[in-house]
């Protein structure tokens, strides 16, 4: 299975900006759609935002209007710009296939997890 490697992640003030990216060789679609996943310490893993291979997005409530998913024009990289960013949003990010029909915690992922990308936002 093709792992991804996530990368963009800091640290940032809280209101800040950061443009997550997810980099896979050959196409990351199959049947699946692709997601963003956060885990914060003592937490499960969360499905935050995933994109269709036809481009609809979904995300939880609480990140809707402060995330935005998206890939690029050659479908082998995903985007997560998070945008007015809160201290709960402190977590490790990775991204994978993800279903069509689950967001938030207790979603599967179809593929290998990466090392993620860090995300910390400091009050």
């Not at 963003?36 to 499960?44: D, E, K, S, V």
């Not at 969360?46 to 409530?61: Q, S, W």
């Not at 949003?89 to 990775?94: F, I, L, Q, S």
Request: hydrophobic share 30%.
């Amino acid at each position: 299975q093709v792992q991804p490697v996530e990368s963009g992640g800091g640290l940032v003030q809280a209101g800040g900006s950061l443009r997550l990216s997810c980099a896979a060789s050959g196409s990351i679609f199959s049947i699946n759609a692709m997601g963003w996943y956060r885990q914060a310490p003592g937490n499960q893993r969360e499905l935050v935002a995933a994109i269709t291979r036809i481009g609809t997005t979904k995300y939880v409530d609480s990140v809707k209007g402060r995330f935005t998913i998206s890939t690029s024009n050659v479908r082998n990289t995903v985007y997560l710009q998070m945008n007015s960013l809160k201290p709960e949003d402190t977590a490790v990010y990775y991204c994978n296939r993800s279903p069509h029909d689950c967001l938030g915690y207790g979603c599967p992922a179809f593929g290998s997890w990466g090392q993620g990308t860090q995300v910390t936002v400091s009050s």
